[in-house]
């Protein structure tokens, strides 16, 4: 080597010189260097992970939430359905009820109106009974005794009677 201008001792010093610098190099600057690009990396990676976790727990958030929203609206769908069989169940019984109130007022005006016919017939036989016996008495001119004026009466009536329920 000594041929070439090299001497063997000062390359060899030169050569651990050039280690230890290599090796103060590595432990002072390139050691911290790569330890804090570690750690950077890793606290990337756990910002990203947690970022993957959030972004997943917002999808299930807004799953949960639309799966609420359409109970919600399921539940509307109900609440106005059985609001409108409630008001048809009203509007039929109050029909039912108006009905049965009208019947009731026609069945009491019916019996009403039977009794006063019953009542006006009654009373109408009563006038022609005397209006018989009055013509009865100005035809025949005699005094009839009290037998024989309600004999005829009854026979009256009993003749009358067909035409006067017609009537």
Do not use: C, H
């Not at 019996?111 to 022609?128: I, V």
């Not at 005699?142 to 009466?153: F, M, V, Y």
């Not at 009256?156 to 067909?162: D, F, G, I, Q, S």
């Amino acid at each position: 080597m000594g041929d070439l201008g090299i001497d063997g001792w000062k390359l060899a010093i030169q050569l651990i010189a050039f280690i230890v610098f290599l090796y103060i190099l590595w432990k002072k600057a390139l050691g911290p260097i790569v330890a804090m690009i570690d750690s950077r990396t890793d606290k990337i990676r756990e910002s990203m992970s947690a970022a993957e976790k959030m972004q997943a727990d917002l999808k299930a958030t807004a799953t949960r939430n639309e799966e609420a929203l359409v109970e919600a609206r399921k539940e509307a769908q109900q609440i106005v359905i059985n609001a409108r069989e409630a008001s048809e169940n009203m509007l039929n019984k109050a029909r039912e009820d108006a009905g049965k109130q009208a019947d009731e007022y026609l069945t009491r005006a019916q019996a009403s109106l039977r009794s006063e016919t019953e009542q006006a017939r009654l009373q109408l036989r009563q006038e022609l009974a005397g209006l018989v016996v009055s013509a009865a008495g100005k035809i025949v001119r005699k005094e009839l005794d009290p037998a024989a004026q309600s004999t005829l009466i009854d026979e009256t009536l009993a003749e009358a009677a067909p035409s006067i329920g017609r009537g």
